[in-house]
């Protein structure tokens, strides 16, 4: 069983940084997908980011191209947000999932087999 983990969350101002971490319990996961998602209350859970951990392939949502980037390092098996230029429509809680055993990059949370527990972004006006 995978168990993630997310760190990193807090509050801040508009336009500030933040950069979110997901650790992995299990060893390798060279041939797992990744991805961030994030949901605000009231609203669906909504896709931001992937990456592909056995070459570093990395997708985003259009929207938030640009402002946000993947990464992860496999020596510590942990992948980052770091998201930039922060404005208050980001306020969400963010998740870590995990989609084992593909290389195909997914957007639709129902394709991911695990997740962590989330971590709070606020971002002030």
């Known amino acids: 069983q995978v168990q993630l983990v997310e760190s990193g969350g807090g509050l801040v101002q508009a336009g500030g940084s933040l950069r979110l971490s997901c650790a992995a319990s299990e060893g390798t996961f060279s041939s797992y997908v990744m991805a961030w998602f994030r949901q605000a209350p009231g609203k669906e859970r909504e896709f931001v980011a992937a990456?592909?951990?056995?070459?570093?392939?990395?997708y985003y949502a259009d929207l938030l191209k640009g402002r946000f980037t993947i990464s992860r390092d496999d020596a510590k098996t942990t992948m980052y947000l770091q998201s930039d230029g922060l404005k208050p429509e980001d306020t969400a809680v963010y998740y870590c999932a995990a989609r084992k055993r593909v290389v195909v990059i997914t957007t639709a949370p129902s394709t991911y087999d695990y997740w962590g527990q989330g971590t709070q972004v606020t971002v002030s006006s």
């Open positions: 990456i592909r951990w056995s070459d570093g392939s990395a």
